[in-house]
């Protein structure tokens, strides 16, 4: 491996760190484990009343949890759906899905804007208008994307 290539490695690394948090052993195992590259699908299948609808999962705005279910927001309908975050967030691809607080997910592509606001706290403008609000623990996670 060139001396440029080694160093660009070590770069990326240190960003995986300070992104998960992990220690660079458990990182680079983690890495080698994982080789290949995910795929993630491209709908999700929501069952609600005697009927199954396939959203695309590039139509999503945000996620949010209201008790045992999620929110998932897209095209301006709510789809309601019974799933833990931590199960639908390994379902999103997280170059695009990331949450922004205990109970959010939003797709990065959709922010328009970042508004500050009181307490360190921001607020997320959409692109269709909604404000989805990130709070400061997921701060740093957030700008590497913005």
Not at 24 to 30: F, W
Not at 81 to 86: E, N
Request: aromatic share 6%.
């Amino acid at each position: 491996m060139s001396k440029r290539a080694e160093t660009e490695k070590e770069s990326l690394l240190g960003i995986i760190i300070g992104l998960t948090g992990k220690s660079e052993s458990s990182v680079t195992q983690l890495l080698k484990d994982h080789s290949g590259a995910k795929s993630y699908p491209d709908k999700i299948a929501i069952k609600g009343a005697g009927e199954t609808t396939l959203v695309l999962i590039k139509d999503i705005d945000w996620v949010d949890a209201a008790g045992d279910y999620m929110c998932i927001h897209a095209n301006d309908i709510t789809h309601v759906m019974r799933i833990t975050m931590k199960q639908l967030e390994g379902k999103l691809d997280p170059t695009i899905f990331q949450r922004v607080h205990r109970s959010t997910i939003v797709n990065l592509d959709r922010v328009s804007k970042v508004c500050s606001h009181m307490n360190s706290e921001f607020y997320l403008q959409l692109n269709n208008g909604s404000s989805v609000k990130m709070s400061r623990s997921y701060k740093d996670k957030v700008k590497h994307f913005l």
